[in-house]
């Protein structure tokens, strides 16, 4: 998932508008579009004050980068997460304790059992 992805999929499951982002970065939201789509790169500092306003740590936008040429290659093949999806893997993710957190997937799980049967 490229940065851009990922400030859409962190945007969106902090519940965020593109208008509120582009107004807390001072930009328009069109170029918060833009960001999110690829066409424009967003450079290190409107990054970082990014990553502040959606309480991610920076390093969030770069795990799992893939090569352009391979992450072109598999655009088409990638699957996208619903946006109530993101937010509940956020909020598991931010859960600190391990134990806590294993217990809350337990649930979830749990819960999707009893739809299933």
């Known amino acids: 998932m ?27 939201f069109q170029q918060v579009q833009k960001y999110e789509r690829g066409v424009n790169r967003i450079g290190s500092g409107r990054l970082y004050h990014a990553a502040q306003i959606l309480r991610v740590p920076v390093s969030a936008f770069f795990e799992d980068l893939k090569g352009a040429d391979e992450a072109a290659a598999n655009a088409e093949q990638a699957p996208t997460l619903p946006v109530d999806v993101a937010r509940l893997a956020l909020r598991l993710a931010a859960i600190e304790d391990d134990e806590t957190r294993r217990k809350a997937v337990e649930q979830v799980a749990s819960v999707l059992d009893d739809i299933d049967a």
Do not use: H, M, Y
């Open 2 to 28: 490229e940065i851009g992805a990922k400030l859409r999929l962190f945007r969106c499951a902090r519940d965020i508008s593109q208008v509120q982002l582009a107004k807390e970065l001072g930009v328009t």
